[in-house]
């Protein structure tokens, strides 16, 4: 008999161990993916998966059906693929045509909102090295060197789905330039920048949400970053179009690069986001 007691304490006692276990999930869908208009969000890829994404802005709609509001005037193009180690940790490489820029980059999710609300909000952080590979053969003096073309940036993403409808997410965001040369694709011409992202989403239907983004500065007299757009989730994509003053698509040069007016120098702007299972999870 006693042994008979033990056997079913301990089987009963297993299953209550795994039915807390699932009892408090994790908050899902907080973004419709690892990024949304230009920030990186807190949305996490699973285990063995990888994130391809290919980011689009064009020249600004003010130029009228002249210039096909912007379209004529050719796009600064990113491609990206991030993978996940597990669930928490993944890294990225990216290239946009904007400087013929190239970024590594890593993303860590230090806490995961549940249900429960004894973890009320996701945390997330991402560090990025790029590097500036144009030509500037045309320069009289010396071309940069690797050192002088490097840049960095780190971002903090605070985020929390408030409802069944809306998430916001916060990104404190800093980016540093080794040496800002006038040849530079960007605006500012100091090495430090300092920006606090706000990003939201307003769920319309199961599939679709509307998106914003607004990144002032904290440290220059540069134009704050504003965007709006749709998110669309169709056939395993995720599709993202939006309207934004920035033609910058990387980190480092999205706080830097400058910004045109809002409702003046908006320009049209697409992301193609696909997930890819890369092995048996």
């Known amino acids: 008999m006693p ?19 699932t009892a408090n999930p994790e908050v899902e869908l907080i973004f419709h993916a690892p990024r949304q208009i230009n920030l990186m969000t807190v949305e996490p ?37 991030e993978y996940a180690f597990d669930d928490r940790f993944s890294l990225g490489a990216s290239r946009s045509g904007r400087d013929k820029f190239y970024n590594l980059y890593g993303r860590y999710h230090l806490l995961r909102q549940n249900k429960s ?16 590979t144009t030509d500037y053969a045309f320069l009289q003096e010396e071309a940069p060197d690797f050192s002088e073309r490097s840049s960095f940036a780190f971002q903090f993403m605070l985020a929390r789905k408030i ?54 500065n904290l440290n ?22 939006y309207f934004v003053t920035s033609q910058a698509l990387n980190e480092q040069y999205l706080l830097a690069g ?17 997930i890819f299972a890369t092995g048996s999870r």
């Open 3 to 21: 042994l008979l007691f033990l056997l079913l304490y301990g089987n009963t006692h297993a299953q209550l161990e795994r039915k807390l276990v």
């Open 45 to 81: 890829l699973e285990e063995k998966t990888l994130h391809f994404a290919i980011m689009h802005t064009f020249g600004p709609l003010n130029g009228g059906i002249r210039n096909l509001y912007g379209l004529d005037n050719g796009a600064n193009i990113q491609f990206s693929f």
């Open 117 to 132: 609300g004894s973890v009320p909000f996701s945390l997330s952080m991402m560090g990025a090295a790029g590097v500036n």
């Open 163 to 216: 409802s069944d409808k809306i998430s916001l997410q916060l990104s404190p965001s800093l980016a540093y330039f080794n040496a800002p040369m006038p040849a530079y694709l960007i605006e500012g011409d100091q090495q430090l920048y300092l920006a606090l992202g706000i990003s939201g989403k307003y769920k319309l239907t199961g599939k679709s949400s509307l998106t914003l983004q607004w990144i002032p």
């Open 220 to 241: 220059n007299d540069l134009r704050s970053n504003v965007g709006v757009g749709i998110d669309i989730e169709a056939g395993g994509h995720v599709f993202q179009m």
């Open 258 to 274: 400058g910004n045109g007016v809002p409702g003046e120098e908006f320009r049209l702007g697409f992301n193609v986001n696909r």
